[in-house]
């Protein structure tokens, strides 16, 4: 296999990906297929534990208290809501939490010179992705189920899942590499990422909290996602081109700058494992 350097051009987080679509793919497949082998129920889990979160998420927030939205025209209307947020916050964290441990447990192909170990961080992402097609699967059903038929904006639900997908590979890059040095990252990002849970509009809409805070969520990687999905998916809007449009370039920025820093320090991996 001949490495082949992204540089420093702006398609550099793309190329990580294309140069290299069949190792990760690979990979990826082998890893989900590996979290369900030997299962009574194998991939199906991938349908059961999501159903089974929302479950618990919709009768404490909307029977024990009392959750509603604004701009919801029934309480049925909740659970979609809902998981229309969790669909994007699984998806990051999957990839996130993984990270800070990522090449340590991948240490074998740090020590193979003709491995381009930049490509790692995307298995997780990958698995990540797979869920989430999975998870919007589920949400389009509910909302036909709870709702009505889903309106034709679904089709844009793509284009919101994508920009988290970059912006999370940009932070999954910088926890792989600070992972390598600095073993504790994996607890912190733990706590980081369940924090972002309830200070990201998840379980409640952002008007609901004071207008003297309501600009810091702008500063969390899932508002937007949330935001967007749920208007394309629930409300039958379409996006808000504006805020996409700034959260990919965001995204891109992210994306370029942690592989930046993943490209810098990976040098000394090989003298850590």
């Known amino acids: 296999m001949k490495i082949r350097?992204?540089?420093?051009?702006?398609?550099?987080?793309?190329?990580?990906f294309l140069w290299h679509r069949p190792l990760i793919l690979r990979l990826a497949a082998r890893e989900v297929a590996a979290r369900y082998r030997g299962?009574?129920?194998?991939?199906l889990w991938a349908v059961a534990v999501p159903l089974m979160m929302l479950t618990v998420y919709s009768f404490v927030f909307g029977v024990v208290f009392r959750a509603r939205w604004s701009g919801a025209s029934d309480a049925k209307d909740f659970p979609v809501v809902l998981f229309a947020g969790l669909v994007c916050f699984w998806m990051f964290s999957e990839s996130a939490t993984r990270a800070p441990s990522l090449i340590r447990e991948n240490a074998v192909y740090v020590k193979k010179i003709v491995f381009p170990v930049y490509v790692l961080p995307w298995v997780p992402m990958l698995s990540a992705l797979f869920n989430a097609v999975i998870g919007l699967g589920i949400l389009v059903a509910?909302?036909?189920v709870l709702v009505g038929p889903p309106?034709?904006?679904?089709?844009?639900?793509?284009?919101?899942?994508?920009?988290?997908a970059l912006m999370t590979m940009g932070i999954a890059w910088v926890f792989a590499s600070i992972g390598m040095y600095v073993r504790d990252l994996g607890h912190i990002v733990g706590v980081l990422v369940s924090a972002m849970m309830f200070l990201s509009p998840i379980f409640y809409p952002p008007e609901a909290v004071p207008e003297a805070f309501r600009h810091f969520l702008q500063f969390s990687?899932?508002?937007?996602?949330?935001e967007q999905l749920r208007a394309v998916v629930?409300?039958?809007?379409?996006?808000?081109?504006?805020?996409?449009g700034l959260y990919s370039l965001a995204a891109w920025a992210v994306a370029w700058a942690g592989l930046s820093w993943f490209l810098k320090t990976q040098k000394g991996f090989a003298d850590v494992v």
């Open 221 to 226: 990687p899932l508002t937007v996602p949330v």
């Open 151 to 164: 309106p034709v904006t679904t089709l844009f639900a793509p284009l919101i899942l994508l920009p988290l």
């Open 234 to 244: 629930v409300w039958g809007n379409a996006p808000d081109w504006t805020a996409l």
């Open 39 to 43: 299962s009574l129920m194998g991939a």
């Open 142 to 144: 509910g909302r036909w």
């Open 5 to 16: 350097h992204p540089g420093w051009l702006p398609l550099a987080p793309f190329n990580t």
